[in-house]
């Protein structure tokens, strides 16, 4: 099989790639970026392409899958640079796959698309994608189901599959991650056990997480096993102040979201950090997603739990780690520190 992953440098496609990698039926594998790595793993050659503006049909020819795996999350004070981007540009991808004539076509959707639902109990994938319209991440990404919607009806002979993951964390993404949420005012050296004593005790915080590597196993399964459709995908167990106070040794203090989120939204709009207020009330919205359909029809199960997941990220936030990729470089000296409050947006110049 020749697999093309778009977006395969970040968080995620370095690990659908690692993943590829070591499946035998693949023999060939074409990763899509905006910027050539160092990476060089042994199957997978690299191609040069900006998802928002160039036409990635000839790349796609004889390809038997597609991986679109492509996002950008700031700048959040500019909403039409990421519609570019995520919606358009994923509609490009979409658009070269189905001229191309790809076998099947893998999406990165996101427990982001969903609606708003329940905290106490777990929702299929039949649960309604229409996202949290005061976050852009949302509604790009529910958008795009819609979209996916008329491309099934389009396509029939294209098998697609949308990948619903919780939050998604490696240690080698730890830089990449803190410098898009969090921004350059949360200094490394202190997220760790021990230093953060206290933990907001906010209603509505449960997520779900995976380790990316896990992630990366369900998209090999994807394009390697006769399935379509949706699939939820998330690690045990629930991710909630009590866990997160116990993975720092830290005591939970009661705060109300109306104050988390004016907290957040008063950093946002002063651009001291990238993260935007709508984030934080989709996080307290989301619902707890059933994984059942992604054990049973794509028989896939992590391997870590959410926990261990998230153990990686804050090891890997204080160590400042990162890999030989442009979007999860680890931060080498002031100059480079510096470089990030540039507009409170967490891209990197």
């Given at each position: 099989m020749r697999i093309i992953v778009v977006g395969a440098t970040g968080n995620v496609g370095t690990s659908v790639v690692s993943a590829l990698e070591s499946e035998p039926s693949v023999t060939s594998i074409?990763?899509?970026?905006?910027?050539?790595?160092?990476?060089?793993?042994?199957?997978?050659?690299?191609?040069?392409?900006?998802?928002?503006?160039?036409?990635?049909?000839?790349?796609?020819?004889?390809?038997?899958?597609?991986?679109?795996?492509?996002?950008?999350?700031q700048p959040t004070h500019d909403p039409v640079t990421t519609w570019r981007t995520n919606v358009l540009g994923s509609m490009r991808v979409f658009r070269a796959a189905a001229t191309a004539g790809v076998g099947a076509l893998?999406?990165?959707?996101?427990?982001?698309?969903?609606?708003p639902g329940p905290k106490d109990g777990p929702v299929d994938e039949t649960w309604p994608t229409h996202g949290w319209p005061n976050a852009a991440y949302a509604r790009e990404k529910a958008y795009l189901e819609?979209?996916?919607?008329?491309?099934?009806?389009?396509?029939?002979?294209?098998?697609?599959?949308?990948m619903r993951p919780g939050f998604t964390f490696k240690r080698e993404s730890a830089t990449?991650?803190?410098?898009?949420f969090a921004?350059?005012?949360?200094?490394?050296?202190?997220?760790?056990?021990?230093?953060?004593?206290?933990?907001?005790?906010?209603?509505?915080?449960?997520?779900?997480?995976?380790?990316?590597?896990?992630?990366?196993?369900?998209?090999?399964?994807?394009?390697?096993?006769?399935?379509?459709?949706?699939?939820n995908l998330a690690a045990d167990p629930v991710i909630d102040p009590e866990v997160l106070a116990e993975l720092?040794?830290?005591?939970?203090?009661?705060?109300?979201?109306?104050?988390?989120?004016?907290?957040i939204a008063a950093g946002w709009h002063l651009h001291l950090i990238p993260a935007s207020p709508g984030l934080v009330e989709m996080a307290l919205r989301i619902p707890l997603m059933d994984v059942t359909r992604a054990?049973?029809?794509?028989?896939?199960?992590?391997?870590?739990t959410a926990t261990e997941a998230?153990?990686?990220?804050?090891?890997?936030?204080?160590?400042?780690?990162?890999t030989a990729t442009p979007p999860l470089a680890s931060v080498s000296g002031l100059q480079d520190w510096m470089k990030e409050p540039a507009g409170g947006d967490g891209r990197r110049r």
């Open positions: 074409v990763g899509v970026a905006r910027r050539q790595p160092e990476w060089r793993p042994g199957k997978t050659s690299w191609r040069t392409a900006d998802v928002s503006k160039d036409d990635v049909t000839e790349i796609f020819a004889g390809a038997d899958a597609v991986i679109h795996l492509a996002w950008v999350f893998v999406h990165a959707s996101s427990v982001g698309a969903y609606s819609r979209v996916l919607d008329v491309f099934e009806h389009d396509h029939p002979g294209i098998r697609v599959v949308r990449e991650q803190r410098r898009l921004g350059p005012l949360l200094p490394q050296g202190l997220v760790r056990p021990g230093l953060i004593p206290l933990i907001p005790d906010i209603p509505g915080l449960r997520i779900q997480a995976l380790h990316s590597d896990d992630a990366g196993q369900a998209y090999r399964l994807a394009v390697t096993r006769p399935v379509s459709g949706a699939f720092f040794g830290a005591r939970r203090v009661p705060v109300p979201p109306w104050l988390a989120r004016s907290v054990r049973t029809e794509l028989g896939w199960r992590p391997r870590r998230l153990s990686e990220l804050i090891q890997g936030m204080h160590a400042g780690a990162g």
